[in-house]
């Protein structure tokens, strides 16, 4: 494992970009930047959904694609004019347990959480005689790219789980899904709220594909246990039992500018949740901005915007713990 967390310090330090502006104000517009998924996951999907809210308010927002949350949170640290990322817990969770290197160590004092978002369901996609996550003993299986949350979680799954396929692809899922449907490997995952517009459009019932459950024992101590109900996707004709984590909100703890523009953006999300929820993606229904996430301190600039004396989103010891964090200090 200890290599793993070489290898995956050395992939976060490759994402480096050079440093510059983080703030821009343009006519009184305000400019801001987010940095999300892929262009058919739902973290997309949110950043658009957000993008079209603020400019209302004379806020312009810049929706970044990326690999997932673990590009997001070195490109909060580091890409210019992107204040802001959608990251998974358990990522920041991993993160912060890495206490050998330094820029790690950085990233995780000074990245704080806007506003935790959704749970995001595991995705697990296969050939239909897989018939949960054990049966991918010996299997050929897609993790996603490496830089994305799906890779690191899935990489998770298979530590706890002492499940041992026969390949791990570092490819995504738009890579993948070909792959599974010609039978060229056995099943992919990805991790993401649903409906994942993926599926919706590109899987039809005669791929014969379904969506493999999750229910290893070592697996659901660590990570909270949903499902995805029946009809989620048009070819998914019963509830199937996974795993899911939270996905996070996060800016780094830059102050002046970024701070106050960090701020206003909360507070516009903050009261306007009710228009999110009614004309966003259906996800937005499950979002509650003062979920406890343990462990996890909310951005002072988002609870003092302009005086304003915010709730703070504190942790509770009835709240969640970030998923897997209990069993990375096993692991590490």
Request: with cysteine.
């Amino acid at each position: 494992m200890k290599k793993s967390i070489v290898r995956f310090s050395l992939s976060l330090l490759c994402l480096c970009m050079m440093a510059g502006l983080s703030y821009a104000e343009s006519d009184g517009l305000v400019q801001m930047g987010m940095v999300t998924g892929g262009a058919k996951g739902t973290y997309y999907q949110f950043g658009l959904n957000m993008k079209q809210l603020v400019e209302k308010y004379g806020m312009k927002l810049d929706v970044a694609n990326s690999n997932g949350s673990v590009e997001n949170i070195f490109a909060v640290y580091k890409r210019p004019k992107t204040q802001m990322g959608i990251v998974q817990s358990d990522v920041l969770a991993f993160v912060a347990k890495v206490e050998t290197d330094p820029v790690l160590k950085l990233i995780a004092k000074k990245i704080k959480m806007v506003f935790p978002l959704y749970n995001e369901e595991v995705h697990l996609l296969g050939r239909s005689d897989i018939a949960d996550f054990d049966g991918l003993e010996g299997k050929k299986v897609a993790i996603g790219q490496e830089g994305s949350g799906t890779y690191l979680t899935a990489k998770l799954l298979f530590e706890v789980s002492d499940i041992k396929p026969s390949e791990m692809m570092t490819i995504g899922p738009d890579e993948a899904l070909p792959l599974v449907k010609a039978g060229e490997i056995d099943a992919l995952f990805y991790v993401a709220g649903y409906p994942v517009k993926l599926f919706s459009d590109q899987v039809i019932e005669t791929d014969g594909l379904v969506l493999i459950p999750i229910v290893n024992k070592s697996i659901v101590e660590f990570y909270p246990e949903t499902e995805v109900p029946a009809k989620t996707y048009v070819w998914q004709t019963a509830a199937v039992k996974t795993v899911a984590v939270k996905s996070v909100l996060v800016s780094y703890d830059f102050r002046m500018a970024n701070c106050q523009n960090v701020g206003r953006f909360a507070d516009i999300l903050e009261n306007n949740i009710d228009w999110l929820r009614e004309n966003g993606h259906p996800k937005w229904k499950s979002v509650d901005l003062e979920y406890p996430l343990k462990g996890w301190e909310q951005y002072d600039c988002v609870r003092n915007f302009a005086g304003k004396s915010k709730k703070q989103v504190k942790p509770k010891e009835t709240g969640e713990i970030n998923p897997i964090l209990e069993a990375i200090k096993e692991i590490l």
